[in-house]
């Protein structure tokens, strides 16, 4: 029999989607099977928990660009999607979401669950997706697809979820029903667009003035395929570059001119140096909470040029003095040419403030990372790390103090999407499940991926080492285990006079994540001393299959600097309380800015 999951199966196969990461249920076994018939052109991944699936298929759209899909069951099937989902739609990753649902004619009994599992799902996904369709037949099923992969891939991509009565998915379909997909859709973003001329020429002009130019690149240059472009022009005008953490990556940090990632769990240079720069370009970057330093930047003096493709996104949160609205590789290669014409050139001592300041920090980060004493600094993890990936590999922060670590001490000595971050809503639990999509991507390319997370991180989603090993992907997962959920345990002990309430982890010597990985299929590697690091490493990376490398460390240890500073204070005083958003954050408009580009004329 041929059905609706045939169809289906056939659209996302002629749509370039190589996985489906999901958990069948009983409404969508038609999708299964249709998939079943198609393999290995298309396969399905499955995953031990509904809330994994949307981060695997997150990683996979963010390492090839293609929309990554993920299927549930109806009811507690769609509940465990919005943690995935809110995260692709801050962070602006393309991806589809196929959910089941009652047959069309149980409206009614969907209240309350009165029918099994029922519930209003389209209104419950509106608020967090670019768009929600209920299919209402099966004519109109290939419309709907189509109209899911247009929207995920335009500017700004974003996730869309296609509900499927169970009905419409086990129906036949008419063999000559037309199936045509749109090709410009299997990749993000689908269109592209320049900035208008006029624009560009102004910039261009802008930044041939700076003194002090800096870029901030975000994840909208991996996002818009603009590391290369980017690269080419920063190689010409040598400003100050640095990174969200999504962005790393975005130029080499191995460049003389790069200072790393700038976050309060980033570089010390990036904060320090950017706070010098006459002119500010935002290039991909949201100028988000944290990558704007709680929205102290731009500082008063200093312009500022945006680059994003939303139009909604320029003036957020200050006036920019130009706006290039536009796709981020198009307008980053626009510029460029412009840059040319104009005569641009790198700015001598600016260069030579970059390269003081950088060496003054080179010698405190090479001690940190080298460092063998007891306990475990995560520093010294992460040179361990740094000194085995190779530009095939990629790097899956989890949320918290790991990404802090992989952002000061795991250089990008390449440009691209080598590191992967879940900033979009910083949830812990992400890097196994995102581990999952990432290591289907790199059955094909050869690398391996490494996974860093907080014991607190790693405990949400255990589970899923199952899946990997069910799997044979070659995933190192390295946990820091301190025994503590150490952000919340130390901003207790600062802002809360010493309180320590419901952050503690471990009991005894217990949990043993190694051993559970051991239990699971997985190699499971326990280090308590510098000397045994190397040794770990090498037998999870000679290993075929998955592993976890679980390290004991210092539970003093933080990337945050206003917390390495208020620790270090013998005081005894209790910190004040940080004020709130809404105290701390000032939209600046031109004319509060206007002398920054007066100082540049």
């Given at each position: 029999?041929?059905?609706?999951?045939?169809?289906?199966?056939?659209?996302?196969?002629?749509?370039?989607?190589?996985?489906?990461?999901?958990?069948?249920?009983?409404?969508?076994?038609?999708?299964?099977?249709?998939?079943?018939?198609?393999?290995?052109?298309?396969?399905?991944?499955?995953?031990?928990?509904?809330?994994?699936?949307?981060?695997?298929?997150?990683?996979?759209?963010?390492?090839?660009?293609?929309?990554?899909?993920?299927?549930?069951?109806?009811?507690?099937?769609?509940?465990?999607?919005?943690?995935?989902?809110?995260?692709?739609?801050?962070?602006?990753?393309?991806?589809?979401?196929?959910?089941?649902?009652?047959?069309?004619?149980?409206?009614?009994?969907?209240?309350?669950?009165?029918?099994?599992?029922?519930?209003?799902?389209?209104?419950?996904?509106?608020?967090?997706?670019?768009?929600?369709?209920?299919?209402?037949?099966?004519?109109?099923?290939?419309?709907?697809?189509?109209?899911?992969?247009?929207?995920?891939?335009?500017?700004?991509?974003?996730?869309?979820?296609?509900?499927?009565?169970?009905?419409?998915?086990?129906?036949?379909?008419?063999?000559?029903?037309?199936t045509p997909i749109e090709s410009r859709c299997i990749y993000a973003p689908s269109v592209r667009y320049r900035p208008p001329q006029d624009d560009v020429a102004r910039a261009a002009a802008l930044i041939a003035r700076a003194r002090r130019?800096?870029?901030?690149?975000?994840?909208?240059?991996?996002?818009?395929?603009?590391?290369?472009?980017?690269?080419?022009?920063?190689?010409?005008?040598?400003?100050?570059?640095?990174?969200?953490?999504?962005?790393?990556?975005?130029?080499?940090?191995?460049?003389?001119?790069?200072?790393?990632?700038?976050?309060?769990?980033?570089?010390?240079?990036?904060?320090?140096?950017?706070?010098?720069?006459?002119?500010?370009?935002?290039?991909?970057?949201?100028?988000?909470?944290?990558?704007?330093?709680?929205?102290?930047?731009?500082?008063?003096?200093?312009?500022?040029?945006?680059?994003?493709?939303?139009?909604?996104?320029?003036?957020?949160?200050?006036?920019?003095?130009?706006?290039?609205?536009?796709?981020?590789?198009?307008?980053?290669?626009?510029?460029?040419?412009?840059?040319?014409?104009?005569?641009?050139?790198?700015?001598?001592?600016?260069?030579?403030?970059?390269?003081?300041?950088?060496?003054?920090?080179?010698?405190?980060?090479?001690?940190?990372l080298t460092t063998d004493t007891s306990p475990l600094k995560p520093q010294r993890v992460m040179h361990e790390i740094a000194e085995r990936l190779k530009p095939e590999d990629v790097v899956i922060s989890d949320a918290s103090w790991s990404?802090?670590?992989?952002?000061?001490?795991?250089?990008?000595?390449?440009?691209?999407?080598?590191?992967?971050?879940?900033?979009?809503?910083?949830?812990?639990?992400?890097?196994?499940?995102?581990?999952?999509?990432?290591?289907?991507?790199?059955?094909?390319?050869?690398?391996?991926?490494?996974?860093?997370?907080?014991?607190?991180?790693?405990?949400?989603?255990?589970?899923?080492?199952?899946?990997?090993?069910?799997?044979?992907?070659?995933?190192?997962?390295?946990?820091?285990?301190?025994?503590?959920?150490?952000?919340?345990?130390?901003?207790?002990?600062?802002?809360?006079?010493?309180?320590?309430?419901?952050?503690?982890?471990?009991?005894?010597?217990?949990?043993?994540?190694?051993?559970?990985?051991?239990?699971?299929?997985?190699?499971?590697?326990?280090?308590?001393?510098?000397?045994?690091?190397?040794?770990?490493?090498?037998?999870?990376?000679?290993?075929?299959?998955?592993?976890?490398?679980?390290?004991?460390?210092d539970s003093r240890a933080t990337p945050i600097h206003s917390f390495r500073r208020r620790l270090a204070d013998t005081s005894g005083k209790v910190a004040a309380r940080p004020g709130t958003v809404y105290e701390l954050r000032q939209w600046?408009?031109?004319?509060?800015?206007?002398?920054?580009?007066?100082?540049?004329?």
């Open positions: 029999m041929t059905h609706v999951g045939d169809l289906l199966a056939k659209m996302l196969m002629d749509y370039g989607v190589e996985y489906v990461f999901g958990m069948p249920g009983g409404q969508t076994t038609a999708l299964h099977d249709g998939i079943s018939r198609l393999a290995p052109k298309i396969q399905h991944i499955l995953v031990r928990d509904e809330r994994s699936a949307p981060y695997a298929a997150d990683a996979y759209a963010r390492l090839t660009g293609k929309p990554g899909v993920c299927d549930v069951t109806v009811g507690p099937g769609a509940t465990k999607l919005p943690d995935g989902l809110v995260e692709a739609y801050n962070a602006s990753i393309p991806m589809i979401a196929i959910v089941g649902e009652l047959p069309l004619d149980w409206v009614t009994l969907r209240h309350k669950g009165v029918a099994s599992q029922g519930f209003d799902q389209q209104a419950f996904f509106q608020s967090i997706t670019k768009a929600t369709f209920t299919v209402p037949s099966v004519e109109a099923l290939p419309d709907v697809v189509r109209s899911a992969f247009r929207i995920a891939t335009s500017p700004r991509p974003g996730p869309v979820v296609i509900i499927v009565p169970h009905d419409v998915m086990d129906a036949p379909y008419p063999v000559d029903l037309a130019p800096a870029i901030i690149a975000g994840g909208g240059v991996h996002g818009s395929d603009a590391s290369d472009a980017l690269t080419s022009l920063t190689d010409l005008l040598r400003p100050l570059v640095v990174t969200s953490l999504s962005g790393k990556g975005a130029v080499p940090e191995s460049r003389p001119y790069c200072a790393g990632v700038l976050n309060p769990l980033g570089s010390a240079g990036a904060i320090e140096l950017v706070k010098e720069a006459d002119l500010l370009i935002w290039c991909g970057s949201k100028a988000s909470q944290n990558t704007a330093m709680n929205w102290t930047l731009p500082l008063a003096g200093q312009a500022t040029i945006t680059i994003d493709a939303d139009p909604t996104e320029h003036g957020r949160t200050f006036e920019p003095t130009v706006t290039l609205c536009g796709d981020v590789r198009l307008t980053v290669e626009d510029l460029h040419a412009a840059l040319l014409d104009a005569g641009a050139a790198p700015q001598p001592e600016w260069l030579d403030i970059i390269s003081t300041r950088k060496s003054a920090l080179t010698a405190k980060l090479h001690a940190e990404a802090g670590w992989i952002a000061q001490y795991i250089p990008a000595q390449q440009n691209g999407r080598q590191f992967i971050y879940a900033r979009g809503q910083g949830g812990l639990g992400y890097s196994i499940p995102a581990a999952i999509g990432a290591g289907a991507v790199q059955r094909a390319r050869g690398g391996y991926v490494v996974t860093v997370a907080g014991d607190g991180g790693h405990s949400f989603s255990i589970g899923e080492l199952a899946t990997l090993a069910q799997n044979r992907l070659k995933v190192v997962n390295v946990v820091l285990n301190n025994g503590t959920l150490g952000w919340l345990q130390m901003w207790q002990e600062i802002y809360f006079d010493a309180l320590r309430q419901s952050v503690d982890l471990s009991f005894g010597n217990k949990p043993d994540f190694a051993a559970a990985a051991d239990a699971m299929g997985l190699l499971g590697l326990k280090v308590n001393a510098a000397s045994e690091l190397a040794g770990a490493f090498d037998a999870a990376l000679a290993y075929d299959g998955p592993s976890v490398i679980e390290v004991i460390v600046r408009t031109a004319v509060d800015l206007k002398q920054a580009e007066e100082s540049l004329a």
